[in-house]
């Protein structure tokens, strides 16, 4: 997404996740899942509530919390909670040094690959 609103192409980015940004969205549902759980810790349907059972079914919680704000604080990083698509550095620690001869390169491993039997193909998706 910040290389769209910075107008940049996805074939500048040297390694893509299989899932995309479809991998990001699991990763919202699987903090909805947590956010679900604690809602049903606190309040459980069909029992009465204790804070016996909360503990025991969000133990790593209060731990989560502690090592985020231990990173925060050895890192010094407190206003940095959020930053605008359009200003993310997407250059700095990039593997790709030459963007043409990168795209060149891509282009050869896709026709090499295509030229490939089907079962080169999966094992290429797959690892």
């Known amino acids: 997404m910040a290389l769209k609103a ?13 899932l995309g940004v479809y991998g ?6 699987n903090a ?6 604690i809602y049903v810790s606190a309040a459980p349907v069909g029992s009465p509530s204790s804070a016996k ?6 133990l790593s919680i209060p731990i989560m919390i502690v090592v985020y704000f231990a990173h925060r604080f050895y890192r010094r ?15 700095t ?7 043409e001869l990168f795209k060149a390169q891509k282009e050869a491993e896709k026709q090499l690959i295509a030229s ?11 690892c």
């Open 77 to 91: 990083d407190w206003k940095h909670f959020y930053i605008k698509r359009s200003e993310i550095d997407l250059d």
């Open 32 to 37: 909805l899942l947590i956010a679900g759980e």
């Open 53 to 58: 059972a909360f503990f025991e079914y969000c």
């Open 6 to 18: 910075q107008g940049r192409s996805n074939d500048e980015i040297a390694y893509k996740s299989i």
């Open 93 to 99: 620690g990039c593997s790709v040094e030459n963007l």
């Open 116 to 126: 490939k039997p089907f079962y080169y193909k999966i094992y290429r998706f797959w």
């Open 24 to 29: 990001g969205i699991l990763g919202v549902l």
